[in-house]
């Protein structure tokens, strides 16, 4: 009965990978082989999982990585899946009881499935939230990846989905990016794909909001326009141009949002160009006019303050 590899990207998580595998163990008898991609620790994190997976019975196979980044690390176990069916998870995410039955009955159910979305709990700094169904997804093909792209369909997280390796082919995470790679793979994988969805959430995904947002704030041009090249890729799959510039504008909204709470209104400014010229839906729309007044009146109260403080 065995069916799915299950795909585990791990960078220093000795403190939590032990964890993760535990809540995957109800699945075993459906769980062909764990491949866990030690990506450069310096910590215990292959003899942890190792330790666990002996106490869980489940196969793990640990490969030695220096890829130091998780879609380097999920490309590397692709090319070394041997089972029919794909689940990743990061090593500080937890599975949810059944979650991974839910997916495969659903590709019985639905014969010619190819990939399957859940639900997910979202747990953010430590608070648990409610749980994301996924809403506006369609049978198959370019109009998934399409309304993917422009966020018109609910985000999918690693660990919610299953995938079968036929649809996956050569499609790979780009490496080397801050952010938005799980987007760039799932809308390649997505776009050839039969899809169906379950509405029984599948994991927990564990969010700290200042790491999150701490990607958008390093070298903040350069790794966007690094991200643009790799969003643009792309349209080799078919994808419109105007979906590549929907998702470069709904990018650049969420990165001038960071620096606008971080208090940088330049950078904040400019990202907000950037939105402003991409087409959006109308609630888009309205943000991206809500953020160019709250940076307008803070830049007007910085100049009153200064003029006070010289006066």
Known sequence: MTAISVIIPAHNAAATVARTLASLAPEAEIIGEVILVDDSSTDDTAAAAADAALRLALPLRVVQSSCRDAGGSRNLALTEARFPWIY??????????GGLRALLSKTRAKPGTDMVVGAYRRRTDGLDRRFKTPVGYMAAGLANASAYLEGRMRSIAVG????????????????????????????????????????????????????????????????????????????????????????????????ARVHYARGDLETAAKFLAVAEAAPMVSADIWRRMRYRLKIAARRRFSVHHIQLQSA
């Open 160 to 255: 919610s989905a299953l995938v079968s390796r036929r649809a996956v082919g050569d499609a790979r995470f780009p490496a080397g990016l801050a952010y938005d790679e799980d987007t760039l793979f799932w809308v390649r994988v997505m776009s050839k794909a039969s899809l169906a969805v379950v509405t029984q959430p599948i994991m927990t995904y564990i969010v700290s909001c200042a790491r999150s947002d701490d990607r958008f704030t390093v070298k903040p041009a350069r790794r966007f326009l690094e991200w643009r090249l790799a969003l643009r890729e792309l349209a080799d799959c078919g994808i419109p141009k105007s979906s590549l510039k929907a998702r470069e504008g709904l990018v650049a909204l969420k990165i």
């Open 88 to 97: 990743m998870i990061d090593a500080d995410d937890l599975h949810l009881k």
